[in-house]
C-alpha cells in the first residue's frame, strides 16, 4: 500500500512567485516524522524541512514551510519567491516508529524566468 | 567532516556477476541505510541498521546482502546480478537520538547497469 503519495508528477512556476507541492501520507501510527528533499539534475538527496507529528506549528525554513494539515494527513511544500535554481525533483518521505523510511513518487518543478 | 560518502559512483556489470558498493559515513549516526532509485518509483528502502551487528531488512530486500561490522561503514551486495538491480543507489545515515524526528543525510549514489 502507497504511504506516500504526490499527486503532481510536474509542476510549472513562474519565477518570484509561489508553489505548492502537494503530499499526502497514509499510516495508523501516532508518532512519525514527515520530510521534504530536493533532488536537482546533478542527483544528490538534499534534505529540506520536516515536521513531526506532535508539532502544532507548521515548520518553516527560509523560503520553505510545511503546510502540514493532520487530519486530513497532508503535508504540502511551499516554496515562496521561487528561484530558477528551485528547479530540481522534490519527494516527500515519512519515518515511522521501527525505522521504517517511505518516499513519495516525486514532483519536478520548473521555474520560468 | 566528508558526511556520507559512496563508492563507486558509477559501474557497469554483467548478469550474474558479484559486486559490493561501499558506504561509509564519519558522523557517529547509528542508523544507516540503502535505498534504490528507480524512475517513476521514488527511493525505496533496501536494508537497514541501527547499529554494528544489527540488520534488517526494508521494503525491497531480495538479491541484497548487508553487514554491519563497524559504525562507520555499510557496504550492500549484490551476489549475482540481474538486469533488474539496474538502478541508482543512495546510502544514507541519520541519529536516532530522537526516533522518527531526525532526517537521513544521503550520499552522492552509484549508478549502477547490470547488462
Known amino acids: 500500500a502507497q504511504k506516500i503519495t504526490q499527486t503532481q508528477p510536474g509542476m510549472f512556476v513562474q519565477e518570484k512567485e509561489a508553489v505548492t507541492l502537494d503530499c499526502t501520507y497514509d499510516?495508523?501510527?501516532?508518532?512519525?516524522?514527515l520530510f521534504w528533499y530536493k533532488q536537482p539534475s546533478s542527483g544528490e538527496m538534499i534534505f529540506l524541512i520536516y515536521q513531526g507529528s506532535y508539532d502544532e506549528q507548521n515548520a518553516t525554513e527560509g523560503r520553505y514551510s510545511l503546510n502540514f494539515q493532520k487530519a486530513r494527513k497532508s503535508a504540502n511544500l511551499v516554496i515562496s519567491a521561487s528561484q530558477l535554481g528551485d528547479s530540481a525533483m522534490y519527494f516527500c518521505a515519512m519515518s515511522l516508529t521501527g525505522n521504517q523510511f517511505y518516499f513519495g513518487t516525486g514532483t519536478s518543478l520548473t521555474v520560468i524566468p | 567532516n566528508a558526511g556520507v560518502t559512496q563508492t563507486p559512483k558509477f559501474q557497469v556489470l554483467k548478469t550474474g556477476q558479484s559486486m559490493t558498493l561501499q558506504c561509509a559515513q564519519d558522523?557517529?549516526?547509528?542508523?544507516m541505510s540503502w535505498y534504490r532509485q528507480d524512475p517513476g518509483m521514488g527511493l525505496r528502502l533496501i536494508h537497514y541498521s541501527v547499529g554494528a551487528g544489527i540488520t534488517d531488512q526494508g521494503e525491497v530486500p531480495n538479491g541484497y546482502n548487508v553487514s554491519r561490522s563497524t559504525t562507520e561503514d555499510f557496504p550492500l551486495r549484490l551476489l549475482s546480478a540481474a538486469p533488474s538491480q539496474t538502478s541508482v543507489y543512495f546510502c544514507?545515515?541519520?541519529?536516532?537520538?530522537?526516533?522518527?524526528?531526525?532526517?537521513?543525510?544521503f550520499g552522492p549514489g552509484t549508478r549502477l547497469t547490470v547488462l
Open positions: 544514507a545515515s541519520r541519529n536516532t537520538g530522537q526516533g522518527v524526528y531526525n532526517e537521513q543525510f
Open positions: 499510516t495508523s501510527d501516532q508518532s512519525y516524522g
Open positions: 558522523m557517529n549516526h547509528e542508523y
